[in-house]
């Protein structure tokens, strides 16, 4: 079964640090640049950073904020994201999804042979 699972997030203090994960099982991520997305109540999914396709040094260079950092270790066939310094605007469901040309288009060319995953809640408190 083609899938992926993320998972890492919780509730978190305001100025702390998270890592989330997002597993791939059915098919190998070293195929593709992996995006992660996250969807705030009441709003769209929006894409906030991206992974290319090799293993290599972290990275944000895709992330729409500098505290995202998104890595990843593909003979564990998973990919990362790193949060640092979240903010209560973080709260959010965070999905990750592999995305087409590599990471300079990933917010609109996502893959749809893998459904989204059910996401990981990222809660921020005061």
């Known amino acids: 079964q083609v899938q992926l699972v993320e998972s890492g997030g919780g509730l978190v203090q305001a100025g702390g640090s998270l890592r989330l994960s997002c597993a791939a099982s059915g098919f190998s991520l070293i195929h593709y640049a992996i995006g992660w997305f996250r969807q705030a109540p009441g709003k769209q999914r929006e894409g906030i950073a991206c992974?290319?396709?090799?293993?290599?040094?972290?990275s944000n260079v895709y992330s729409v904020s500098g505290r995202f950092t998104a890595s990843r270790d593909n003979a564990k066939n998973t990919a990362y994201l790193q949060i640092n310094g979240v903010t209560p605007e973080d709260t959010a469901l965070y999905y990750c999804?592999?995305?087409?040309?590599?990471?300079?288009?990933?917010?609109?060319?996502?893959?749809?042979?893998?459904?989204w995953g059910q996401g990981t809640q990222v809660t921020v408190s005061l």
């Open positions: 999804a592999p995305v087409s040309d590599g990471c300079s288009g990933y917010r609109t060319r996502r893959l749809d042979f893998v459904s």
């Open positions: 992974t290319p396709e090799t293993d290599g040094p972290t």
